[in-house]
């Protein structure tokens, strides 16, 4: 079946990285955008971005650019998030999910979810 | 970054009809693109429960159902039932970024 598995919970100090892993089985990788979404405790969902699997082009909200780098690798179908100079305000449960395709927006399959806890 | 806005809450008994407003603007919805809806229940990942402003994906119940008009759009939950209690969100689509709605907590009564 189609489904996404991203790696398990991180706890970082404020100013490290995170790297949050999305293992995707059952489709063709290439064929379907995968986007990154965040939830922070009691928030709404807030979009972190967008990437082509098949070309590679990324798409990233002003918000994150220059601190988030979206990559994926084909040959073990994976996506990878990466989020550097780690705050408070970056515990979230991070997100990703697999566009409809190409053209259309939609996030028909989602991952489980990865909880990132920033403290000192 | 744009944002759609929903009430934060809307509540009903069972089997009563609810709605969710999603507000945009004429750069997003009102620009013709495509509003999607999803069902978060606690705990959980978000669920596409509306796509393409009206479609449900295969295993939504067709107790659930989109609409979009202007620069907005709207969930209607009729039959409403105890497992609806969630939050439900909108997206769309706004120069080249994707765009969530506020959120809205529905409550079975």
């Known amino acids: 079946q189609v489904q996404l598995v991203q790696s398990g919970a991180e706890v970082k100090k404020p100013g490290a990285s995170v790297q949050v892993s999305c293992k995707a089985s059952?489709?063709?990788?290439?064929?379907?955008?995968i986007v990154w979404v965040r939830q922070a405790p009691g928030q709404g969902l807030e979009w972190m971005g967008w990437?082509?699997?098949?070309?590679?082009?990324?798409k990233y909200p002003w918000k994150f650019q220059g601190r988030v780098t979206m990559t994926a690798d084909t040959s073990t179908t994976t996506a990878y998030m990466e989020l550097r100079g780690l705050t408070s305000d970056d515990t979230a449960v991070y997100y990703c999910?697999?566009?409809?395709?190409?053209?259309?927006?939609?996030?028909?399959?989602w991952g489980q979810g990865t909880t990132v806890t920033v403290s000192s | 970054q744009s944002v759609l806005t929903q009430p934060p809450s809307v509540s009903g008994a069972p089997g009563q009809r609810v709605t969710i407003s999603c507000t945009g603007s004429?750069?997003?919805?009102?620009?013709?693109?495509?509003v999607h809806w999803y069902q978060q229940l606690p705990g959980t990942a978000p669920k596409l429960l509306i796509y393409?402003?009206?479609y449900r994906p295969s295993g939504v119940p067709d107790r659930f159902s989109g609409s979009k008009s202007g620069t907005s759009a709207s969930l209607a939950i009729t039959g409403l039932q105890a497992e609806d209690e969630a939050d439900y969100y909108c997206?769309?689509?706004?120069?080249?970024?994707?765009?969530f709605g506020t959120g809205t907590k529905v409550t079975v009564l």
């Open positions: 393409d402003n009206t």
């Open positions: 997206q769309s689509y706004d120069n080249s970024l994707r765009i």
């Open positions: 999910a697999r566009e409809i395709s190409l053209y259309d927006y939609a996030m028909d399959v």
């Open positions: 059952g489709y063709t990788f290439s064929s379907h955008g």
């Open positions: 990437m082509n699997i098949y070309n590679g082009d990324t």
């Open positions: 004429s750069s997003n919805i009102g620009a013709g693109y495509d």
